[in-house]
């Protein structure tokens, strides 16, 4: 690992940052900004005991890394791929006071040589192994010491470097080399990946200078190069930087606009229970799906009404849509092969958010098992969000009234690309998740394409499309939920709709486990059907689709077999505790998922407890505008109340601020 650089490493920036304390609200600035926001009041975070669902503990990682080490079936050629929280059953936790009394980790342990892939199950609270089984026909996520390895290899290779020279590239030792995983099954099993080779020299951004068609193909269980692809005879595109230090003269810096919460922030921190303007979530971080939500419920007559069981981004995967055989295979499924929670940074106060943020520390582990900080992973931040509702009646002043909303957020870097997740909560009772993608274009080095844009001489940027699966259990008022389909009917002209103006939202009950399409206003409303409200409805949540692009690649495309998940905007299946991950388990040299549709085989979902699946899908067509590096293009969705409460939840948010002269009633009635 390259320690104190952001220089690329496989499909990652290897980020090392200086470790601070778990809650640190940080920034930087003028030495009187930085008096000033010193002098506020520190957030308030309160102690707890732990809880079943917390995060492991850097005494627990290490513990089970002693436990499978110490075991005679351990040996010195295994690596750890995966160490998280085995997550206790659902029935269990419901049961219990939260108390941990039941705390197991999930190890996924790769044999590096014999190439076998075993899970290994510890209770670290007497550090007894569970379960160790070796899963024949699988492939463990990437570790890290792989990028590196590949990278090594394909640099020490002579005819890589043979095909490097003759490509123009001067300085071999600077070249970056982008590995990815393999892109689908092999003949023998084998465990490969490619290495794409971008020059980096003279260029800080090496993405900016791909060399076309020079791959290579290692195979990381022998660690040699299996074979070097040379399939391009472009030249080397000039580059282009995005780095400050090395642009032209910048513009005119904006004046300070400081946010200050001089009696601290809204909510309050116990372990990793918070509450804010009657909203209650516990969070977690696991090394697979990051950051993760659980019991979010909302509080009311002082009951914790429930929402959701747990949120989580199930998968994300990106495809590219030029044929050209240098491009055909890539496809990744970021959270599956990768580990999108390992691939998380550390954030920056003032940059990646906002200055008076908490930011809280999150504990991993190592290929060797053992427990590492990052610190900065997560951030929560109160911001102001616009107007929460207002009206100007006839009669009467302005009634409005401002909008806050509480942030829950991390950030992944995975190769070229950087994504910014976040889980927005709302003073109306709504719950938005989003995600910004920025970070640099992958680029062909050509002059042309039909398959993607040209953004800089000799630079194509292709056309490629972005897939982020949610897995939301609902347990809106308990477990036992329905869902009801929503969409919008325009109907036909006639006796009943004289002037042609007449739509209708036609509701339907899905009763059993399948696949929805998005578009025509289609919406999702997960009820329970034991309960009643005031205006005789079932209280519900409705999933409010953003971004669901079709996914376009063909049925027999790899990519297509890869994301199952993907071929519908929704799912809809029963909880099942093994049904975790939208392409399945394993999708480390997968060529089927196998998760989604699989996990939707018709079982009935009435009055059960349901898990629905939500994919953004979002197709990419490059501008100039966006190279060297992105602009932030943000996708998502939201849940919203639907009969969950009676009226605007937001009523009761007190108007804080003095009226102004001049506000007063409407000059003029109706539309």
Known sequence: MHAASDRPVGRFIVLISTLVLAVSPLGCASKERVSARQAEPKPQVVESPRHLLDPLTQEEF???????????????????????????????????????????????????????????????????????????????????????????????????????????LRDLDNAHIDVWGFGGTTPDGARLVRGLTFAGDGVRNAYSRPVEGL????????RQVVRVESTGTAPLPP????????????????????????DGPSFTVEGHLVKWQNWRFRWGFLPREGLVLYQVGYEEAGRVRPILYKASVAETA?????????????????????????????????????RHSTLFDAVLAGDDGEPYTLPRAVALYEMDDGILWKHISEDSAAEVRRSRSLVLLHSAVVGNYDYIFQ???????????????????????????????????????????????????????GPANSVYETHVKALP????NPRGNAFVAETTLLAAEDGREGGHARQWRVVNPNETNSLGEHPGYVVLPGDSDELLAQPDSGIRRRTGFAHKAAWLTRY???????????????????????????????????VLWHTVNHVHIPRPEEWPVMPRTSVGFSIAPFGFFTQNPALDVPDTEPRQEGQSGAARKGR
Do not use: C
């Open 493 to 496: 002209t006639g006796p009943d």
């Open 318 to 354: 990106a495809m590219y849509g030029d044929p050209d055989p240098n491009w055909s295979w890539r496809n990744a499924l970021d959270a599956g092969e990768y580990n999108m929670g390992v691939l998380s940074v550390s954030l920056e106060p003032g940059r990646d958010v906002p």
């Open 576 to 610: 099942k505790e093994e049904e975790r991950y939208a392409s399945g388990t394993y999708t480390v040299q997968s060529s089927e998922s196998t998760g989604l549709p699989g996990y939707a085989n018709g079982e009935s979902l009435e009055n059960t407890d349901v």
């Open 62 to 168: 290490q513990t089970a890394a002693s436990a499978i080490k110490a075991d005679a079936r351990w040996n010195e050629n295994m690596g750890f791929a995966l160490v998280s929280l085995h997550e206790p059953p659902k029935s269990f936790v419901l049961g219990s006071d939260g108390n941990p009394v039941r705390r197991e980790v999930l190890a996924i342990v790769i044999d590096k040589v014999a190439n076998v892939t075993s899970e290994i199950v510890v209770n670290v609270l007497d550090r007894s192994i569970q379960r160790w089984q070796a899963i024949p026909g699988v492939q463990a996520n990437y570790l890290l010491e792989d990028y590196e390895i590949a990278e090594e290899l394909v640099k020490a290779d002579p005819t890589w470097r043979a095909l490097a020279v003759q490509r123009g």
């Open 423 to 477: 889980w927005i909560f709302r003073q109306d009772g709504t719950l938005e998740a989003r995600v910004d993608l920025s970070g640099i274009m992958l680029a062909k080095g050509s002059e042309s394409s039909r398959f993607g844009t040209k953004v800089a001489p000799g630079t194509v940027a292709i056309l490629h499309e972005h897939m982020v699966n949610y897995r939301l259990d609902f347990d809106v008022e």
């Open 239 to 262: 580059g282009a930087e995005y780095h400050k230090d090395l642009l032209p003269p910048l513009r005119e810096p904006l004046k300070p606009l400081d946010i200050s919460q001089p």
């Open 215 to 222: 791959v290579a193909i290692v195979n990381l269980n022998t």
